[in-house]
């Protein structure tokens, strides 16, 4: 654990997010800058900078594969694209992005450009996705 990292502190419930799924080892959450409706990121609960050095690896895109059919099903998304960056926040995560033919991107998802839900609404697709899980 980090005391400063924003996401360290959204595990240990010191800042709010709109919770998608938990587990033991994994919590995933809407990104308050949503790339697309249900945009969401999947993180360790462990304080780990890259992606790669997340342990049990292949838990850990399971959980992203299953919180991505969760929003695709839940607002019927084309397909579903899985980008990991690594330096906007250094705690590893995983942008889980459904994709639609009329969303914000091209055939390339740019982290620049990004839809405006108001609370109500985020609230609304985060239970959407839980109810789809
Ligand atoms: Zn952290």
Same mark, same amino acid.
């Given at each position: 654990?980090?005391?400063?990292?924003?996401?360290? $502190?959204?595990?240990?419930?010191?800042? =709010?997010?709109?919770? !998608?799924?938990?587990?033991? *080892?994994?919590?995933? &959450?809407? #990104?308050?800058?949503?790339?697309? $409706?249900?945009?969401?990121?999947?993180? =360790?609960?462990?304080? !780990?900078?890259?992606?790669? *050095?997340?342990?049990? &690896?292949? #838990?850990?895109?399971?959980?992203?594969?299953?919180?991505?059919?969760?929003?695709?099903?839940?607002?019927?998304?084309?397909?579903?694209?899985?980008?990991?960056?690594?330096?906007?926040?250094?705690?590893?995560?995983?942008?889980?992005?459904?994709?639609?033919?009329?969303?914000?991107?091209?055939?390339?998802?740019?982290?620049?450009?990004?839809?405006?839900?108001?609370?109500?609404?985020?609230?609304?697709?985060?239970?959407?996705?839980?109810?789809?899980?």
């Amino acid at each position: 654990m980090n005391n400063d990292c924003v996401f360290c $502190r959204i595990v240990r419930g010191e800042l =709010p997010c709109y919770k !998608v799924y938990e587990d033991n *080892d994994f919590l995933s &959450f809407l #990104d308050i800058r949503p790339l697309s $409706r249900g945009n969401c990121l999947v993180i =360790p609960k462990k304080h !780990v900078k890259w992606v790669y *050095d997340v342990e049990n &690896f292949g #838990d850990y895109f399971e959980v992203a594969k299953k919180v991505g059919l969760a929003a695709q099903k839940a607002f019927n998304s084309k397909w579903i694209s899985f980008l990991t960056l690594g330096l906007e926040v250094p705690h590893a995560h995983i942008r889980v992005i459904p994709r639609y033919e009329k969303d914000l991107h091209g055939p390339v998802v740019d982290i620049n450009v990004f839809e405006k839900f108001n609370e109500g609404e985020m609230q609304k697709i985060a239970d959407k996705i839980k109810e789809n899980l």
